[in-house]
């Protein structure tokens, strides 16, 4: 009989975890919800739900917001997660610049600051910066409690030992082992993910109801190329972390080396890194350009205005590397079968139109029209960056999952 007790304990235990995670997470994806829809979305009993509330009410977790309109005119409480006692910090890391955000619990952004990464920076100096920006903006603001760091970086991450396996074009970042460089932040958690994957992620998190969403590919055309996929309204990582690298998918067998060891591999057609070195070896051939490199160098405003004055060296070179990227989005396509694609990053800001009507052009006369009527290929219309949202929700999400280690007085 003891030991009967002690298993239903257990048990029991469990399952209070288990509805307060499936309670926030809710509260989380609603914004604002009265404790009637939050019984009637998770299946819960209002005894039990007004339980949970009332436990992170007390230890600041969810604040009460006013009256709103319920079910039939009814009035109630609003109640939501508290974004301005608890948040966390956002790192979104590129090849060229890193980004770091101060994001309340429920998504809102309260600072945001950059910081420039040189072309032969060692990850070591970026990494000593990012600790130093991270502790300043923390010490700005002591009004609230950061409770832990997303952080999310481009490449290959290894997510068994939080490793990065390469980063193409980045000095001294292959298999630096990010948690182990980290630590010197002190006692707050750091949680490490993949770009692409994150800013998938915010989609299904922001766009979630929308049609299509359970079913989309979020294609990065940055400096690097990646994707993150959503399939059945599930992120699909693969066994290490590393499903969706599609800039290291080979379009060519006997293609250029690739720092990743393959050959032909779709980054080294397509990306703003690909671009600007094909302009600059055009212009260093004599060919005729308006492009005006400032001391012998483009510069990306360089590249955009000779694009928004039609110059056809820079319309052309363009243009060739939107036919690339839409190459591997028909990859995408014939292995994934997604409902929506969805572009983002630099290069869809060069001319977001001109990019959409080539991909789009090239992936209809490449896919069979059953898959065409059932596609939907669209730019990022996100206000936030969605890959430094995604890289705030590693945070959240773990703070949701496991409140009791990070907010204090959380009943366990």
Same mark, same amino acid.
Request: glycine content about 10%; overall charge neutral; hydrophobic content about 40%.
């Given at each position: 009989?003891?030991?009967? !007790?002690?298993?239903?304990?257990?048990?029991?235990?469990?399952?209070?975890?288990?509805?307060?995670?499936?309670?926030? #997470?809710?509260?989380?994806?609603?914004?604002?919800?009265?404790?009637?829809?939050?019984?009637?979305?998770?299946?819960?009993?209002?005894?039990?739900?007004?339980?949970?509330? #009332?436990?992170?009410?007390?230890?600041?977790?969810?604040?009460?917001?006013?009256?709103?309109?319920?079910?039939?005119?009814?009035?109630?409480?609003?109640? %939501?997660?508290?974004?301005?006692?608890?948040?966390?910090? %956002?790192?979104?890391? !590129?090849?060229?610049?890193?980004?770091?955000?101060?994001?309340?619990?429920?998504?809102?952004?309260?600072?945001?600051?950059?910081?420039?990464?040189?072309?032969?920076?060692?990850? %070591?100096?970026?990494? !000593?910066?990012?600790?130093?920006?991270?502790?300043?903006?923390?010490?700005?603001?002591?009004e609230c409690q950061v409770l832990a760091v997303g952080m999310t970086v481009p490449g290959p991450f290894k997510r068994v030992n939080e490793e990065i396996i390469f980063v193409t074009n980045l000095v001294g970042w292959e298999g630096v082992h990010l948690m182990k460089e980290l630590k010197k932040l002190g006692n707050i958690p750091v949680?490490?993910?993949? =770009?692409?994957?994150?800013?998938? $992620?915010?989609?299904?998190?922001?766009?979630?109801?929308?049609?299509?969403?359970?079913?989309?590919?979020?294609?990065?055309?940055?400096?690097?190329?990646?994707?993150?996929?959503?399939?059945?309204?599930?992120?699909?990582?693969? !066994?290490?972390?590393?499903?969706?690298?599609?800039?290291?998918?080979?379009?060519?067998? =006997?293609?250029?080396?690739?720092?990743c060891g393959n050959r032909g591999c779709l980054e080294c057609y397509c990306s703003a890194i690909v671009l600007e070195r094909n302009l600059q070896s055009r212009l260093n051939a004599g060919e005729a350009s308006c492009l005006q490199p400032c001391s012998g160098r483009l510069t990306w405003k360089d590249i955009e205005e000779a694009i928004?004055?039609?110059?056809?060296? $820079?319309? #052309?070179?363009?243009?060739?590397?939107?036919?690339?990227?839409?190459?591997?989005?028909?990859?995408?396509?014939?292995?994934?079968?997604?409902?929506?694609?969805?572009?983002?990053?630099?290069?869809?800001?060069?001319?977001?139109?001109?990019?959409?009507?080539?991909? #789009?052009?090239?992936?209809?006369?490449?896919?069979?029209?059953?898959?065409?009527?059932?596609?939907?290929?669209?730019?990022?219309?996100?206000?936030? =960056?969605?890959?430094?949202?995604?890289?705030?929700?590693?945070?959240?999400?773990?703070?949701?999952?496991?409140?009791?280690?990070?907010?204090?007085?959380?009943?366990?």
């Open positions: 009989m003891e030991q009967a !007790s002690v298993h239903n304990g257990i048990n029991q235990a469990m399952q209070q975890q288990m509805n307060l995670r499936l309670v926030l #997470r809710m509260l989380w994806k609603e914004g604002v919800c009265s404790r009637a829809k939050l019984a009637k979305l998770s299946g819960l009993q209002r005894p039990t739900i007004s339980n949970i509330i #009332r436990d992170c009410i007390q230890c600041g977790l969810v604040v009460e917001q006013g009256l709103m309109e319920g079910e039939k005119g009814r009035r109630s409480i609003g109640i %939501a997660i508290n974004g301005e006692q608890y948040r966390v910090i %956002a790192v979104k890391v !590129s090849r060229r610049k890193c980004w770091v955000m101060l994001m309340g619990l429920s998504g809102q952004c309260y600072e945001q600051e950059w910081f420039p990464i040189t072309r032969q920076e060692d990850a %070591a100096v970026t990494i !000593s910066n990012l600790r130093t920006y991270i502790a300043q903006m923390i010490d700005r603001h002591p949680f490490i993910g993949n =770009d692409a994957n994150a800013a998938a $992620a915010a989609y299904l998190w922001k766009e979630g109801n929308q049609p299509g969403a359970s079913d989309l590919v979020y294609v990065i055309a940055g400096y690097g190329i990646g994707s993150g996929i959503v399939s059945h309204g599930r992120l699909l990582t693969g !066994s290490l972390g590393i499903a969706g690298e599609i800039g290291h998918t080979s379009i060519c067998y =006997d293609g250029p080396k690739c720092e928004q004055r039609n110059d056809p060296m $820079a319309v #052309r070179e363009f243009v060739q590397v939107c036919r690339y990227l839409a190459m591997g989005i028909v990859n995408l396509i014939n292995q994934c079968n997604p409902s929506k694609v969805i572009i983002g990053d630099l290069l869809t800001k060069l001319a977001p139109q001109l990019l959409l009507e080539t991909v #789009r052009e090239f992936v209809r006369g490449s896919v069979r029209p059953t898959i065409w009527e059932h596609l939907s290929i669209e730019l990022d219309q996100m206000e936030q =960056d969605p890959i430094l949202l995604g890289a705030g929700m590693l945070a959240v999400e773990q703070v949701l999952d496991n409140p009791s280690e990070f907010i204090p007085n959380m009943p366990r």
